[in-house]
T-cell receptor, first 113, second 116 residues
Framework: NAGVTQTPKFQVLKTGQSMTLQCAQDMNHEYMSWYRQDPGMGLRLIHYSVGAGITDQGEVPNGYNVSRSTTEDFPLRLLSAAPSQTSVYFC????????????FGPGTRLTVT | AQSVTQLGSHVSVSEGALVLLRCNYSSSVPPYLFWYVQYPNQGLQLLLKYTSAATLVKGINGFEAEFKKSETSFHLTKPSAHMSDAAEYFCAVSGGSNFGNEKLTFGTGTRLTIIP
Protein backbone atom coordinates (compact mmCIF):
# COMPACT_ATOMS: atom_id res chain seq x y z
CA ASN A 1 0.00 0.00 0.00
CA ALA A 2 1.89 3.03 -1.30
CA GLY A 3 -0.73 5.62 -0.25
CA VAL A 4 -0.66 8.76 -2.40
CA THR A 5 2.26 9.06 -4.80
CA GLN A 6 3.26 12.13 -6.78
CA THR A 7 5.71 12.52 -9.62
CA PRO A 8 7.96 14.29 -10.24
CA LYS A 9 9.30 15.53 -6.90
CA PHE A 10 10.99 18.52 -8.47
CA GLN A 11 10.48 20.27 -11.79
CA VAL A 12 11.80 23.41 -13.45
CA LEU A 13 9.86 24.83 -16.38
CA LYS A 14 10.30 27.81 -18.62
CA THR A 15 7.45 30.26 -19.02
CA GLY A 16 4.98 28.98 -21.60
CA GLN A 17 5.86 25.31 -21.28
CA SER A 18 3.22 22.77 -20.37
CA MET A 19 3.48 19.74 -18.16
CA THR A 20 1.46 17.23 -16.18
CA LEU A 21 1.88 16.53 -12.48
CA GLN A 22 0.99 12.95 -11.73
CA CYS A 23 -0.95 11.75 -8.71
CA ALA A 24 -1.98 8.19 -7.93
CA GLN A 25 -3.48 6.45 -4.93
CA ASP A 26 -3.96 2.75 -4.26
CA MET A 27 -6.49 2.99 -1.43
CA ASN A 28 -9.61 3.01 -3.61
CA HIS A 29 -10.44 6.53 -2.40
CA GLU A 30 -13.27 8.27 -4.21
CA TYR A 31 -12.27 11.80 -3.29
CA MET A 32 -9.11 13.40 -4.63
CA SER A 33 -7.90 16.97 -4.72
CA TRP A 34 -5.01 19.21 -5.69
CA TYR A 35 -3.66 22.01 -3.51
CA ARG A 36 -0.87 24.48 -3.94
CA GLN A 37 1.16 25.75 -1.02
CA ASP A 38 2.81 29.14 -1.08
CA PRO A 39 4.75 30.80 1.75
CA GLY A 40 2.49 32.63 4.18
CA MET A 41 -0.67 31.55 2.37
CA GLY A 42 -1.39 28.06 3.60
CA LEU A 43 -2.85 25.62 1.10
CA ARG A 44 -5.30 26.62 -1.58
CA LEU A 45 -7.56 24.22 -3.44
CA ILE A 46 -7.01 24.07 -7.21
CA HIS A 47 -9.35 21.31 -8.39
CA TYR A 48 -11.04 18.35 -6.83
CA SER A 49 -12.87 15.18 -7.83
CA VAL A 50 -15.59 13.20 -6.06
CA GLY A 51 -15.21 10.17 -8.29
CA ALA A 52 -14.10 8.92 -11.69
CA GLY A 53 -15.40 11.21 -14.41
CA ILE A 54 -16.37 14.00 -12.00
CA THR A 55 -14.22 17.06 -11.36
CA ASP A 56 -14.83 20.59 -10.15
CA GLN A 57 -12.95 23.81 -9.59
CA GLY A 58 -11.53 24.95 -6.32
CA GLU A 59 -10.33 28.35 -5.18
CA VAL A 60 -7.52 28.90 -7.70
CA PRO A 61 -8.26 26.87 -10.88
CA ASN A 62 -7.02 29.28 -13.56
CA GLY A 63 -4.15 27.89 -15.62
CA TYR A 64 -4.77 24.29 -14.56
CA ASN A 65 -6.77 21.41 -15.97
CA VAL A 66 -7.65 18.06 -14.45
CA SER A 67 -9.34 14.85 -15.48
CA ARG A 68 -10.30 11.71 -13.60
CA SER A 69 -10.60 8.76 -15.93
CA THR A 70 -9.89 6.18 -13.22
CA THR A 71 -10.37 6.04 -9.46
CA GLU A 72 -6.62 5.74 -8.96
CA ASP A 73 -5.25 8.65 -10.99
CA PHE A 74 -5.81 12.39 -10.85
CA PRO A 75 -3.29 14.27 -13.01
CA LEU A 76 -2.93 18.05 -12.92
CA ARG A 77 -2.02 19.78 -16.18
CA LEU A 78 -0.37 23.16 -16.45
CA LEU A 79 -1.38 24.52 -19.83
CA SER A 80 1.15 27.35 -20.23
CA ALA A 81 3.38 27.74 -17.21
CA ALA A 82 3.79 31.17 -15.63
CA PRO A 83 6.15 32.32 -12.84
CA SER A 84 3.07 32.78 -10.61
CA GLN A 85 2.64 29.01 -10.69
CA THR A 86 5.93 28.49 -8.87
CA SER A 87 4.76 26.59 -5.82
CA VAL A 88 4.63 23.28 -4.03
CA TYR A 89 1.76 21.12 -5.23
CA PHE A 90 0.07 18.52 -3.07
CA CYS A 91 -2.36 15.84 -4.10
CA UNK A 92 -4.71 14.45 -1.45
CA UNK A 93 -7.32 11.73 -1.20
CA UNK A 94 -9.97 10.42 1.16
CA UNK A 95 -12.48 7.60 1.29
CA UNK A 96 -15.49 9.78 1.91
CA UNK A 97 -16.45 13.41 1.99
CA UNK A 98 -17.13 13.52 5.70
CA UNK A 99 -13.60 13.75 6.98
CA UNK A 100 -11.67 16.02 4.68
CA UNK A 101 -8.49 14.97 2.88
CA UNK A 102 -6.96 12.28 5.04
CA UNK A 103 -3.90 11.38 3.01
CA PHE A 104 -1.56 13.79 1.29
CA GLY A 105 1.17 12.96 -1.16
CA PRO A 106 4.76 14.11 -0.60
CA GLY A 107 4.41 17.07 -2.96
CA THR A 108 5.93 18.36 -6.20
CA ARG A 109 8.11 21.45 -6.02
CA LEU A 110 7.68 23.40 -9.25
CA THR A 111 9.74 26.37 -10.33
CA VAL A 112 8.79 28.38 -13.40
CA THR A 113 11.47 30.70 -14.77
CA ALA B 1 -18.07 31.65 2.72
CA GLN B 2 -15.56 30.44 5.25
CA SER B 3 -12.18 31.49 6.54
CA VAL B 4 -9.60 30.53 9.12
CA THR B 5 -7.27 32.72 11.16
CA GLN B 6 -4.30 31.21 12.93
CA LEU B 7 -2.91 33.59 15.53
CA GLY B 8 0.86 33.52 15.60
CA SER B 9 2.85 32.39 12.60
CA HIS B 10 5.61 31.21 14.95
CA VAL B 11 5.24 29.71 18.41
CA SER B 12 8.09 28.53 20.65
CA VAL B 13 7.62 26.41 23.75
CA SER B 14 10.01 24.60 26.04
CA GLU B 15 10.16 20.84 26.01
CA GLY B 16 7.61 19.56 28.53
CA ALA B 17 5.55 22.75 28.47
CA LEU B 18 1.98 23.18 27.28
CA VAL B 19 1.46 23.61 23.56
CA LEU B 20 -1.37 25.95 22.54
CA LEU B 21 -1.93 26.79 18.89
CA ARG B 22 -4.82 29.12 18.18
CA CYS B 23 -7.38 28.86 15.42
CA ASN B 24 -10.47 30.96 14.86
CA TYR B 25 -12.88 30.31 12.05
CA SER B 26 -15.67 31.99 10.19
CA SER B 27 -18.37 29.97 8.49
CA SER B 28 -21.91 30.66 7.33
CA VAL B 29 -22.91 27.04 7.99
CA PRO B 30 -22.07 24.61 10.79
CA PRO B 31 -18.46 23.82 10.06
CA TYR B 32 -16.24 20.83 10.07
CA LEU B 33 -12.80 21.69 11.44
CA PHE B 34 -9.43 20.07 11.00
CA TRP B 35 -5.85 20.28 12.22
CA TYR B 36 -3.01 19.05 10.06
CA VAL B 37 0.71 18.77 10.78
CA GLN B 38 3.48 19.14 8.21
CA TYR B 39 7.01 18.02 8.92
CA PRO B 40 9.83 19.49 6.80
CA ASN B 41 9.72 18.45 3.15
CA GLN B 42 6.69 16.24 3.67
CA GLY B 43 2.99 16.33 2.91
CA LEU B 44 0.31 17.10 5.45
CA GLN B 45 -0.90 14.59 8.00
CA LEU B 46 -4.34 14.75 9.59
CA LEU B 47 -4.04 15.27 13.35
CA LEU B 48 -7.69 15.45 14.27
CA LYS B 49 -11.08 16.59 13.02
CA TYR B 50 -14.34 17.92 14.40
CA THR B 51 -17.44 16.80 12.52
CA SER B 52 -20.27 17.91 14.86
CA ALA B 53 -20.03 15.08 17.37
CA ALA B 54 -18.11 15.61 20.63
CA THR B 55 -16.76 19.13 21.03
CA LEU B 56 -13.51 17.87 22.55
CA VAL B 57 -11.62 15.98 19.90
CA LYS B 58 -8.61 13.81 20.59
CA GLY B 59 -6.08 13.20 17.86
CA ILE B 60 -2.80 11.51 17.27
CA ASN B 61 0.46 12.16 19.13
CA GLY B 62 -1.34 13.38 22.26
CA PHE B 63 -2.95 16.43 20.66
CA GLU B 64 -6.51 17.51 21.25
CA ALA B 65 -8.73 20.41 20.25
CA GLU B 66 -11.96 21.85 21.57
CA PHE B 67 -14.70 23.28 19.37
CA LYS B 68 -16.17 26.40 20.98
CA LYS B 69 -19.03 27.74 18.92
CA SER B 70 -19.52 30.85 21.07
CA GLU B 71 -15.89 31.83 20.51
CA THR B 72 -15.68 30.47 16.93
CA SER B 73 -12.48 28.77 17.99
CA PHE B 74 -10.81 25.41 17.57
CA HIS B 75 -7.51 25.71 19.43
CA LEU B 76 -5.02 22.84 19.41
CA THR B 77 -3.36 21.78 22.65
CA LYS B 78 -0.92 19.23 24.00
CA PRO B 79 -0.10 19.06 27.71
CA SER B 80 3.62 18.37 27.34
CA ALA B 81 5.68 19.31 24.30
CA HIS B 82 8.15 16.87 22.83
CA MET B 83 11.03 17.66 20.51
CA SER B 84 9.34 15.60 17.80
CA ASP B 85 6.40 18.04 17.82
CA ALA B 86 8.46 20.65 15.99
CA ALA B 87 6.62 21.16 12.70
CA GLU B 88 4.14 23.43 10.97
CA TYR B 89 0.50 23.15 11.92
CA PHE B 90 -2.47 24.09 9.79
CA CYS B 91 -6.05 24.63 10.81
CA ALA B 92 -8.73 24.15 8.15
CA VAL B 93 -12.49 24.53 7.83
CA SER B 94 -15.02 23.05 5.46
CA GLY B 95 -18.67 23.66 4.87
CA GLY B 96 -19.78 20.76 7.04
CA SER B 97 -22.25 18.09 6.09
CA ASN B 98 -23.98 20.19 3.47
CA PHE B 99 -20.94 20.63 1.30
CA GLY B 100 -18.20 18.55 -0.19
CA ASN B 101 -15.49 18.29 2.41
CA GLU B 102 -12.79 18.25 -0.18
CA LYS B 103 -13.22 22.01 -0.38
CA LEU B 104 -11.18 22.92 2.65
CA THR B 105 -10.06 26.43 3.46
CA PHE B 106 -6.72 26.44 5.25
CA GLY B 107 -5.15 28.90 7.62
CA THR B 108 -1.70 30.28 6.92
CA GLY B 109 -0.03 27.93 9.37
CA THR B 110 1.85 28.13 12.67
CA ARG B 111 5.43 26.97 12.90
CA LEU B 112 6.05 25.32 16.27
CA THR B 113 9.58 25.32 17.67
CA ILE B 114 10.47 23.27 20.73
CA ILE B 115 13.21 24.63 22.97
CA PRO B 116 15.31 21.93 24.68
Amino acid sequence: NAGVTQTPKFQVLKTGQSMTLQCAQDMNHEYMSWYRQDPGMGLRLIHYSVGAGITDQGEVPNGYNVSRSTTEDFPLRLLSAAPSQTSVYFCASSYSSSGGPGTFGPGTRLTVT
Amino acid sequence: AQSVTQLGSHVSVSEGALVLLRCNYSSSVPPYLFWYVQYPNQGLQLLLKYTSAATLVKGINGFEAEFKKSETSFHLTKPSAHMSDAAEYFCAVSGGSNFGNEKLTFGTGTRLTIIP
